[in-house]
Structure formats: structure tokens, C-alpha cells
């Protein structure tokens, strides 16, 4: 496919994109599982794209009954937390109530995880995302 062929090139940003303009999560969750086994970190994603990928990926994990998915939502949205920037121009209009529809999320999901690993980590994340809501100009 397309999104293969952009991930086996280093395509990385273009390839969430495109998943990430289609709004579905399995499309999504498809190129994040492409780039984790690339074994490649994607270092020039723009904050757009990190913003919209935070939110998409932390969107329902409630609902998500899979450890390795679940696992993986995570990991990317620990990215996220890491590298998005609240003071960025292109993002700064549009951060908080994402931020906030995140932590949501991470709050539901801990409130019932049942795998205890998950749980902290998505309890952290959650704080780091509290964090990054604290620096945003609101």
C-alpha cells in the first residue's frame, strides 16, 4: 500500500497524515504499528500532525480490550506528550481542548484497566498531559 511504501522510506509525516486525514483509527493505529516496526523513531513530525495523532490514538481507549494495541496506544501517545509543543504558532489556538479530550481519555481507561503495567502508564501520561495543558496559553 501506499502508507507501507511511505514508512519503508522514511515518509513518516506524510504517511500519518494521510492516515490521519482519513479520521479512522484502524488506519491510524496501521501506520503506527508500521513505524514501531521500523524500528525507526520519527524525529520531524510537525506539531499539527503530533497534535492530531494524540488525539485520534487516545480517542475510545476504553473501549480497546487488546493488550498489544493498547500497549501501543500508549507508547504513542507518550510521543506526543514528549515532543508537542504548546506554544507553537500552529498549534497553540487548538491545544487545550485536545489536551483536555486526552487526559479524558487516559482517566477512563485507568479507571478500569485491568493490566496493573497499563494502568500506571497511562495514569503518568495522563499527568504529563495535566503538565503540558498547564503551559498552554487558554
Known sequence: TELRELVAKGEFQDALWKALSEQQL??????????????????DLSQPVLLCLGQQVARGLKLESELSRITLRLMWI?????LLDPQDKDVAPHIAP???????????YS???????TKRKSELLNMAVNSLFGRCDR
Request: hydrophobic fraction near 50%.
Open 26 to 43: 484502524e488506519l491510524v493505529l496501521y501506520v503506527c504499528e508500521l513505524i514501531s516496526a521500523s524500528g525507526r523513531v520519527p524525529r
Open 78 to 82: 507518550e510521543y506526543v506528550a514528549m
Open 111 to 117: 479507571s478500569i484497566a485491568v493490566n496493573d503495567e
Open 98 to 108: 485536545v489536551l483536555v479530550e486526552i487526559s479524558r481519555s487516559l482517566k477512563a
